[in-house]
């Protein structure tokens, strides 16, 4: 994996942090623009083909999420 692309992504996550909010069993992630394009290079990253399965990317409040967020772990799976 690109470690130096994971930590411009988690970076750029820390200036535009997702906000995570569950209700009722739904997960819903609000994150601005620049926000989402963070995430999403996180979730590509993690779909190289140089990656070992479990690797994860754990994105924690207040560093990438928004105070009082629940933690999101995005791990590889088989």
């Known amino acids: 994996m690109n470690y130096d692309l994971a930590m411009m992504a988690l970076e750029g996550l ?3 942090p997702a906000r995570i909010v569950t209700s009722e069993g ?3 992630i609000e994150a601005t623009a620049a926000g989402f394009r963070e ?3 996180l979730c590509l ?3 190289s083909q140089d990656v070992a399965v479990g690797e994860t990317f754990e994105l924690k ?3 990438h999420l928004t105070p ?4 999101l772990v995005l791990i590889l799976i088989p």
Not at 68 to 71: L, N
Request: aromatic content about 0%; overall charge positive.
């Open 26 to 28: 739904v997960v819903r």
């Open 14 to 16: 820390g200036k535009a």
């Open 45 to 47: 990253l993690l779909g």
């Open 61 to 63: 409040s207040p560093a």
């Open 39 to 41: 995430l999403a290079r």
């Open 68 to 71: 009082g967020s629940p933690s």
